[in-house]
C-alpha cells in the first residue's frame, strides 16, 4: 500500500477548499433538479417547474445534477449509482459551504430513484445499497424533496401523491427513514398515476411524461410554501393538538391558523403526524 504522504494529504485538503470556494450561495433557494432517463444534460422538463418556484422565491438557483441519467452506456444500476454519489457530494458541500442555506430536491423518472435513494438508502435488488445522506444535513437545509414517476415506488407509501396503486418496476425494499422521518416533516412528496408504465407497472407511456403539466402549479405552491415557513423570522415554539374535527394549532395560548393542506401550523414549526400532535423544534 502507498503510504498517504503529507504533499499528498495536501494536495487533497487544497482541492476540496478550493471546491468549497466555488460554490454560490443562493440568496433564495437552492432547487437541485435529477433529470430523467435519455433527457438531455441539464434540467430536463422538471427544470420547468423549479425555473416557476425561482421566479417567485427571489435570489434562487436551480442547479441542474450531473450524472450520466443513460438506461444503457452506462447501464441504469450504474448510472442511478453514479446520481446517487453526485447528489449526495452536491449536497454535502452546498451545506458545508452555505450552512444557512435551504434547498429543494426535484427527481423525475430515473432522477426520482436517485432522490429516493440518496434521502431514504439504497433501493435494493440489483442496486447498491447505499447509506442515506445525513439526517442532520435534511433537518437543516431541505425544505422539499419532490419526485415524479420514480421506479421504485412503494404503493401505499404515506409519501405518495397521485392515483397510482401499484409498486413500480424496480420497488424499494425499505422505506422506514422516509416513512418515519420525512413524512413526520412533510417534507416529501413522491408523484406517481395510474397506468404509468415506471412507477405503477402500467401500459400508457403518456402518463409518465404528464406530471409537471398536470401538478406543476401545486408543487410550486408547496415548496414556496414550505421555503416561506422554514425562512419565517420569530418561530420559536408552539404547540399542535389532534381534535375529533381536524386539528387545531396554538402559540401563547392563541388559537393560530392550521393548514389542512400541508398539514403544518401557521405560527409555529409544528405538523400533524400520524399519531396527534408533534412538535418540531
Given amino acids: 500500500m502507498r503510504p498517504f504522504t503529507l504533499p499528498s494529504a495536501l494536495f487533497v485538503a487544497a482541492a ?3 471546491k468549497s470556494r466555488n460554490v454560490e450561495c443562493a440568496d433564495g433557494l437552492y432547487l437541485v433538479v435529477a433529470r430523467g432517463t435519455g433527457e438531455e444534460k441539464g434540467a430536463g ?7 416557476d418556484v425561482a421566479d417567485r422565491v427571489k435570489g434562487s438557483i436551480v442547479e441542474p445534477l450531473d450524472y450520466p441519467a443513460t438506461f444503457l452506456d452506462p447501464a441504469y444500476d450504474e448510472s442511478e449509482a453514479d446520481g446517487v454519489k453526485a447528489l449526495t457530494e452536491l449536497l454535502t458541500n452546498y451545506h458545508s459551504s452555505c450552512p444557512d ?14 432522490a429516493t435513494d440518496t434521502f431514504c438508502g439504497g433501493s435494493g435488488g440489483s442496486f447498491p445499497d447505499n447509506r442515506p445522506i445525513s439526517t442532520d444535513l435534511v433537518e437543516d437545509s431541505v425544505v422539499a424533496i419532490i419526485i415524479f414517476g420514480d421506479p421504485s415506488h ?6 405518495n401523491q397521485g392515483t397510482g396503486e401499484k409498486d413500480g418496476v424496480f420497488p424499494r425494499t425499505n422505506i422506514t427513514l422516509c416513512e418515519d422521518q420525512y413524512t413526520r416533516t412533510g417534507i416529501i412528496r413522491s408523484y406517481c398515476d395510474t397506468g404509468d408504465t415506471y412507477c405503477d ?34 418561530i420559536t415554539g408552539g404547540t399542535l ?41
Fill in 201 to 234: 407497472r402500467g401500459s400508457d407511456e403518456d402518463v409518465h411524461g404528464e406530471y409537471v403539466s398536470k401538478y406543476g402549479d401545486e408543487v410550486v405552491e408547496y415548496v414556496v410554501d414550505q421555503y416561506e415557513k422554514a425562512t419565517r423570522p420569530g
Fill in 241 to 281: 393538538t389532534a381534535t375529533a374535527s381536524g386539528a387545531r394549532c396554538f402559540r401563547n395560548r392563541v388559537n393560530c391558523d392550521f393548514n389542512a393542506y400541508s398539514h403544518i401550523c401557521s405560527c409555529c414549526p409544528c405538523v400533524l403526524g400520524h399519531f396527534g400532535a408533534v412538535v418540531l423544534k
Fill in 16 to 18: 476540496l477548499a478550493q
Fill in 101 to 114: 442555506g435551504k434547498i429543494a430536491v426535484f427527481g423525475y423518472s430515473q432522477g426520482g430513484q436517485v
Fill in 45 to 51: 422538463i422538471t427544470g420547468e417547474v423549479a425555473e
Fill in 154 to 159: 412503494v404503493a401505499n407509501a404515506s409519501y
